[in-house]
């Protein structure tokens, strides 16, 4: 049964969307999703379920819409995609927790850069569905604009092993 790791936007950042990962988990087995485990309270979750990819994502959003009023976004990856995304980081030298990776529905448009702003010295690389961003200075007072990341979600460089490394604890309890 294939393992998911499920990313949702704005859940538990800056007070809004905000869902105890507790509650997270008991959705996500109403759904009947198996070994369902949270990760840390920005909306990341791993489970198995039999449905398809896409089948997975319509049940998650219209579950947290029907919760919270409107879905917040659910971005699917598999362990093998996520350690293909942290293996293939760009920007060597990066701290890990400066480096991160905004995870979009679609490959971004073919002319997504050029309407970046970077102020900071920030650096940008798009890789498929992927952005990858090093805030040399932080993330936090960043004046970096680039309106192709509004439909993703981003996680730290840290996080994204740490989902894979979970994803892959996952498959081989089953193996």
Known sequence: MPVYVALLRAINVGGTGMLPMAELKAICESLGFTD???YIQSGNVLFRS?????KVQKRLEDALAERMGKA???ILRSRSQ???IADEAPFAGAKPN???????PEPPPAD???KLVAP???EVRISGREIYIHFPNGSGKSKLKLPALKPGTARNLNTVRKLAELAAE???SRA
């Open 36 to 38: 369902v485990r949270t």
């Open 50 to 54: 039999e449905l398809s990819e896409a």
């Open 72 to 74: 917040p976004g659910v």
């Open 82 to 84: 996520l350690e293909k």
């Open 98 to 104: 400066f480096l991160l990776v905004t995870f979009l």
């Open 112 to 114: 997504a850069l050029e």
């Open 120 to 122: 900071d010295g920030e």
């Open 170 to 172: 996952l498959e081989e």
